[in-house]
């Protein structure tokens, strides 16, 4: 297995030929490049960066047109504070100058079918809140894209899952609304080096053709070793860590709470 590199310049000219529009190269070198940043300088994020990176989450892809999330910008710094506890103890999170937690909002468009006479419109369920967590990251990574583009730097925080009770209190979230991702963002510190960007698995690996395929033993643990390359921990460790982690099982826990909310039925 090898590590994965950007396209050179020759393979962007032979794809701009192929498909008679120019490549964006910039972008795709950019997503390439980007790695999480999770100290950030004093500088603050002006405002109009901000308007940039707000208005390109609303260009993502959405279903239906519908544009099913809500984005909620924290500039308290008490609740910046707050949310750095709820979500497993990071203190960055409040030192971040851009706080935006993304959720999926499916209360928007069922509070307008009730007001509109004649229209019956039956409670939100569960598939409609996966269907707005799908809008809801799709938005959010509009927004990396953006905060990359900008030359500032992002980290997602998906342990805005965890804690539903406190995470809904800091926020004031209402019915049918569920956050379902994180992003704080703000400058790199000066002259801080670039991390080196973890390995992903091969294609081969994840990327099948027209049907599942459940990796051989052999092959499946190749995959996971070359993940792991670097890493000091075991396979076991990193189980110990990450899978059977008390905030993994809180995390589980408090999406199962977030989805009972979502309560459809066929009589509803």
């Known amino acids: ?56 989450a609303c260009q993502a892809p959405t279903a239906g047109n519908q544009q099913l999330y809500s984005i909620v910008v924290v500039r308290d710094q008490s609740k910046k504070e707050a949310l750095a506890e709820s979500c497993d103890h990071q203190p960055f999170i409040a030192q971040a100058p851009l706080v935006l937690v993304f959720c999926a909002d499916v ?70 609304v569920m956050p379902c991702c994180m992003l704080v963002i703000g400058h790199p510190r000066q002259l801080q080096p670039r991390k080196a960007k973890p390995p ?17 033993d052999t092959e499946l643990m190749e995959a996971i070793a070359f993940k792991l390359h670097g890493r000091t921990e075991t396979l076991s460790a990193f189980c110990e860590r990450k899978w059977n982690s008390d905030f993994s099982r809180e995390m589980t826990r408090s999406v199962a709470q977030w989805l009972k909310g979502f309560p459809y039925s066929e009589q509803s």
């Open 1 to 56: 297995m090898h590590k994965r590199q950007s396209p050179n310049h020759s393979e962007y000219d032979e794809l701009s030929t192929q498909n008679n529009r120019p490549v964006q190269k910039s972008i795709i070198d950019s997503l390439y490049a980007r790695t999480s940043l999770r100290s950030f300088s004093d500088q603050p994020v002006t405002p109009e960066d901000e308007r940039i990176i707000l208005e390109s």
């Open 200 to 216: 992903r698995f091969n294609l081969e690996s994840i990327v099948f053709e027209d049907s599942y395929r459940d990796a051989a």
């Open 107 to 176: 209360r928007r468009w069922y509070r307008a079918f009730c007001l509109q006479e004649g229209c019956h419109p039956r409670k939100p369920g569960v598939g409609d809140a996966l269907l707005a967590c799908v809008d809801a990251v799709a938005a959010a990574q509009n927004a990396v894209v953006a905060t990359e583009a900008l030359g500032l730097g992002s980290c997602y925080i998906g342990d805005i899952l965890e804690n539903c009770e406190t995470q809904r209190d800091i926020l004031d979230i209402p019915e049918y």
